[in-house]
Each structure stands twice: as structure tokens, then as C-alpha cells.
């Protein structure tokens, strides 16, 4: 059994009840730059569930993971992880909570892919879990498919081996909360279902795991819920199946789509129409926390 408070005085996290509320934002307001980026934005996370933050380009998703991360201080309205503000916890005990994958991950010295997944296992130095630092990094870079190139230097890899790296180091962190900022963009085909297939095991483990997708099929395929952005604000949320309506969507992306079930798996596709007429625009969507 982990120790309550570690040598350094951090409180380690104790267990998590399947479908509790891990994080949630309330009334959550971002400005960056003079611009409100996020506005008056609720959201909920629960453990053992996989929720997808989409939307276009701008409406706010990797602000609101951020917020989410505590790395990111809201004007106005509340962050918690675990029940508590995110401003109480010290970095240290946020790092046994919550792991992030940023968009890019760039490095100033020549670590090996070996040294940079175990990175991820740092915040649990001093702790009963450090005895599971071993396993943790080998069965990451398993799990991610780069144990084949453990020892070369991360500088060397392609931009699809650092994203399978990157996400390696925080699988081997082995937090409750898993944020994940587009972790297939970099990635082939076979990688990105690899991806979330990881990420629907986390959940299916009891972890709570956030990702930002600009995929719509994956997000339909993967997510027990998705979180539709727009123009800083969350308009719709709930089950893909709900959400993902075609007249919303076309709104959101002003761009004409279609929602339709796979003929085989059912699995919802969403497609863009381009039968409609050139230059057809969506201007206007407003928020609906339920059915579109």
C-alpha cells in the first residue's frame, strides 16, 4: 500500500472509485494575449471513461486540457483534480495525479528514448511506487511499440517515433488522469488506433482519460463522450452517438458534413459533403450541454 505522505511531504493520491469525477471545470474563463480563449466552460471527467475534446481550429481544446493540467490559470470559475482546487496542490503532487501529453515534445540534451520514458516515472522518487519503475517503462515502451529503439537518441526519431515516445513517458507515469493534446497528428494509420486502443485500456482500468482529436471517426469510435468546442465555449456534450449530429457539426466547421453508420460495424462516419454548394457558410451555433 502506497505511504499517505511521502519523505517530501507530498500526499500521495489514494484510490479511485470507478466513475467518480477525477477533474471538472465550473464556469472556467481563459484569456490569453488580451483574447478570451475560454468562456463560462463546465465540464466534468470521470473515471474509466475516455472523453474527446473536439471542435475547429481556435475553439479552445488544448486551453481547456491545459486548464484542466493546471497549467493554465483560469480568470474566473474553478478547476479541480480530486476534489480540490488545482491551485492547492504543489507541482509535485500534481505530477502523481495527472500526466500530460503536449502537442510537441522537444528536448535541449541527447537523452535516449530509454532515458526519456523513464522521465515519466520522476514524480514518484521517494515514494513505495518507485519499486515499480522497471516494469512501468519497460511495459510503456512495449505497449507504445518502441522497445526496438530504446537505446538511440531521442534527437534522432522521426516526428511519428517522438509521439510514441512522448506518450511512452506518460504511460509510465501512471496517473488516474491521462490529458492528451492531439497524440495521433504525428502518427500512420496502424499508430493512431494503437493510440487510442491504449487509451480505451486506461479507461477500461479505472483511469480517466482526456484527448483532443481533430479526427471526428476516431473520436466517434474511441470516446464513451465527447465535448463539441466552438468559439471558446463547450455547445454540446454527452455520447458520441448524441452529439455528433450533422447539422451541429456542419455549424461548427462551417463545412457542410453528413453523419452516417458504418454499413458493417454501425461505428458513426462523419464525411464531408462536397455535393453542396460552393461557399455555403455556417456562422452561428449555440450551446447545448444535451441532445443537438
Not at 122 to 141: F, I, K, L, S, Y
Not at 150 to 167: K, N, Q, W
Request: charged share 25%; net charge neutral.
Amino acid at each position: 500500500m502506497r505511504r499517505l505522505f511521502t519523505a517530501r511531504g507530498r500526499r500521495s493520491p489514494g484510490p479511485v472509485t470507478p466513475g467518480a469525477v477525477v477533474a471538472e471545470a465550473s464556469g472556467a474563463r481563459v484569456r490569453l494575449a488580451g483574447r478570451t480563449v475560454l468562456s463560462e466552460v463546465d465540464l466534468t471527467v470521470r473515471a474509466g471513461e475516455v472523453l474527446a475534446l473536439v471542435g475547429p481550429n481556435g475553439a479552445g481544446k488544448s486551453t481547456l486540457l491545459a486548464a484542466l493540467a493546471a497549467d493554465l490559470p483560469v480568470e474566473s470559475g474553478t478547476v479541480r483534480l480530486g476534489g480540490r482546487p488545482v491551485a492547492e496542490w504543489t507541482p509535485a503532487e500534481l505530477a502523481l495525479r495527472r500526466a500530460v501529453l503536449p502537442q510537441a515534445t522537444t528536448l535541449s540534451f541527447p537523452f535516449t528514448v530509454a532515458e526519456v520514458v523513464r522521465m515519466g516515472r520522476a514524480p514518484w522518487a521517494g515514494t513505495a511506487a518507485e519499486d515499480e519503475d522497471g516494469e512501468a517503462v519497460a511495459a510503456a515502451m512495449a505497449a507504445t511499440e518502441v522497445d526496438g529503439f530504446a537505446a538511440r537518441p531521442f534527437s534522432s526519431l522521426s516526428g511519428g517515433e517522438r509521439a510514441r515516445v512522448a506518450l511512452a513517458r506518460v504511460l509510465a507515469q501512471r496517473t488516474a488522469l491521462l490529458l492528451l493534446d492531439e497524440p495521433t497528428a504525428a502518427l500512420d494509420l496502424r499508430h493512431q488506433e494503437l493510440v487510442l486502443r491504449l487509451g480505451r485500456e486506461r479507461a477500461a482500468a479505472g483511469d480517466a482519460v482526456v484527448v483532443v482529436l481533430h479526427d471526428l471517426g476516431l473520436a466517434a469510435a474511441y470516446a464513451d463522450r465527447t465535448a463539441v468546442l466552438h468559439e471558446g465555449r463547450v455547445v454540446a456534450e454527452g455520447p458520441p452517438e448524441r452529439v455528433f449530429d450533422a447539422e451541429l457539426l456542419s455549424r461548427v466547421y462551417r463545412q457542410p458534413v453528413e453523419v452516417l453508420p458504418h454499413p458493417r460495424t454501425t461505428e458513426l462516419l462523419v464525411l464531408p459533403r462536397r455535393d453542396a454548394p460552393h461557399g455555403e457558410i455556417f456562422t452561428r451555433c449555440r450551446p447545448d450541454h444535451g441532445n443537438p
